[in-house]
Structure formats: C-alpha cells, structure tokens
C-alpha cells in the first residue's frame, strides 16, 4: 500500500503564518501605541550596501517587542558580502549570520508627534520621526564585525607563489623548490 504525504502543498499553511514581510524599513507606529511587551514577527528581506560596492542581499527574521523606551529587535539574519581572500587574492563570497539584538528609541512620540531625548549611548539606533525603523545601519555594523580580518577562500588556501605569482589553486608551480626551502634559507639568515 502506497501513501503519499505531501504537507508541502498544503496551501492552507501561509495562511496560518503570523508573520509578515518587511523590507529593511518597517513602519512602527502601531507597535509604538501598544503596551510594553507586544510583539510582531517579520520575514525581512532586502538589499543593504555593506562593504560600499554592490548590495549584498539580506534574508530573514526578526521580532520586535515593545519596551519601555522604545523597540527591541531581535532576530537571526542570513547575507552573503563579496571579499578578497587573504592569501590568493581572489574575490569569493562570505556568508554571514548575523544574530541581531538591539533596541531603537522613538525620536518622536507616536500619540503627540513632540521630539524625544534620545539615550546618551553613543551610536544607538533610533526610530525616526515618521515612526521607521530601519535596519540597515545595524547590519552594516553587525556583517562588518562579522567579517574575519584575513578571509579565507578556503581554509588551507596555498595563496600566491611568493616568487613568479601564480595561484597555487590551480596547481603548482615551476618555483616549487624554492618555496619548500625558503623557511629554512629565512631561519640560517636569523642565525
Ligand atoms: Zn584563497
Ligand atoms: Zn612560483
């Protein structure tokens, strides 16, 4: 007997999601009047420029409960950065995960409209007057602590042949030997 089950198809499922989808901007107000505690989920995607040359695209949750002084966000965000490995020069992409945790504070009130203080934190990310909460700046500073100082294409990456250039990824070269030799030229040279 053959049963199939095919739960993937079930079209009710998205119905019953409470999430929703957001850019990297996401319009509080409503959040804003609720009490302390309330949350939203959200499916965020969007294009952030995070290393200053193209857009890295920017995928996935995150809640926002409201607290005392404003929002917190919370969530677990997935992109990918083009860098430069360290050893063979090559440009490759770097997945990142970004576990993100921060608060915003209102720069507005949301019932009266009137300007709030902002904390003294320094570099503490606000909501600005239209009620906008943008994530964007965040990720910027999250994905760029995430990126490893001296990426590597691969863990054992040979990098460059010190002496004709060649990437040694793609095989050896003719200076073999003398790359082989050269820790122990440099440590007679110490003596
Ligand atoms: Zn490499
Ligand atoms: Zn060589």
Redesign the pocket.
């Known amino acids: 007997m053959h049963r199939t089950l095919n739960f993937e198809y079930n079209y009710k499922v998205p119905v019953l999601m409470k999430r929703d989808t957001a850019m990297m901007q996401i319009n509080v107000s409503q959040l804003l009047k609720e009490p302390v505690g309330s949350t939203r989920s959200y499916e965020v995607q969007g294009a952030v420029n995070i290393t200053g040359g193209a857009s890295s695209e920017v995928e996935g949750q995150v809640e926002l409960t409201r607290t005392n002084r404003g929002i917190l966000v919370r969530g677990k965000l997935h992109t990918e950065v083009k860098v430069t490995?360290?050893?063979?020069?090559?440009p490759?992409n770097y997945p990142l995960t970004l576990n993100f945790e921060e608060e915003y504070f209102p720069a507005a009130d949301v019932f009266s409209g009137a300007w709030m203080p902002l904390p003294e934190e320094p570099g503490s990310f606000t909501i600005d007057e239209h009620h906008i909460l943008d994530l964007s700046r965040a990720i910027v500073e999250y994905a760029l602590l995430s990126i490893p100082m001296k990426p590597?294409?691969?863990e054992d990456?040979?990098?460059l042949c010190p002496n004709c250039g060649r990437?040694l990824?793609f095989g050896l070269c003719a200076c073999e030997v003398v790359i082989s030799n050269k820790p122990a030229d440099k440590e007679k040279g110490m003596e």
Do not use: A, I, K, V
Not at 85 to 90: A, E, G, P
């Open positions: 490995c360290s050893r063979c020069l090559t490759f590597l294409c691969r990456c040979p990098g990437n990824n």
